[in-house]
């Protein structure tokens, strides 16, 4: 149980252009969502709380109008990375916490998105 | 939300016990400690999470002192596979209210 899933699993798009990212909690419902940025060698980085049916909560220094996130349902979640630059490129991981207790942050597989 | 903190790497070989600590002076009364494992190119893997003292699973144990300012993961019998970096996080329960902050991890080499 507990699985998360994102898709596409990996993307390469041209400067300028816009991508989606979906990720989904296949076996259970999720009220919170939460995406990540990684770059090579570091840390996971949290970008955003992803609620659903609400307006997801940004971290400092990132763009709510650069990273559109739309939680639509309780199993799905999405970052739309909107006039992607190649500073953009990076792994994107998203996450859901399990109800009822939501102690533990369950992972999806990750987005590698190059831009050229 | 507490910090934590980890050695940046360690090394060891095939068949030896493994043991990661992590400090977390400013844990909270309502905090888990969990411990993450990820390969490269892969999200976070969930290994296994505590409250206090000891919990085993079938891949590691959590060792979880009184004060629960560290704890320690332990990895019986390491095999190459499980070169990886581990991550310890503090918090929970996760909600729309939380913020998770993921320290550097410990970068785990297994050698022959």
């Known amino acids: 149980g507990a699985v998360v899933s994102q898709h596409p699993s990996w993307v390469i798009c041209k400067s300028g252009t816009s991508v989606k990212i979906e990720c989904r909690s296949l076996d259970f419902q999720a009220t919170t969502m939460f995406w990540y940025r990684q770059f090579p060698k570091q840390s996971l980085m949290l970008m955003a709380t992803?609620?659903?049916?609400?307006?997801?909560?940004?971290e400092q220094g990132v763009e709510k109008d650069k990273f559109l996130i739309n939680h639509a349902s309780l199993t799905l979640s999405t970052l739309t990375v909107t006039s992607a630059h190649p500073e953009d490129s990076s792994f994107y991981i998203c996450s859901a916490s399990l109800p009822p207790y939501q102690e533990t942050q369950y992972f999806g597989p990750g987005t590698r998105l190059l831009v050229l | 939300l507490a910090k934590t903190t980890q050695p940046i790497s360690m090394d060891s070989y095939e068949g030896q016990e493994v043991n990661i600590t992590c400090s977390h002076n400013?844990?909270?009364?309502?905090?888990?400690i969990t411990w993450y494992q990820q390969f490269p190119s892969q999200g976070p893997r969930f290994i296994i999470q505590?409250?206090?003292t000891k919990v085993t699973n079938e891949v590691a144990s959590l060792f979880i002192p009184a004060d629960r300012k560290s704890s320690t993961l332990s990895l019986p019998r390491v095999s190459l596979s499980d070169t990886a970096v581990y991550y310890c996080?503090?918090?929970?329960?996760?909600?729309?209210?939380?913020?998770?902050?993921f320290g550097s991890g410990t970068r785990l080499s297994i050698r022959p």
């Open positions: 400013n844990i909270a009364t309502n905090d888990y």
């Open positions: 505590g409250y206090k």
């Open positions: 996080l503090v918090g929970g329960p996760y909600s729309s209210a939380s913020k998770i902050i």
């Open positions: 992803s609620n659903e049916g609400s307006k997801a909560t940004y």
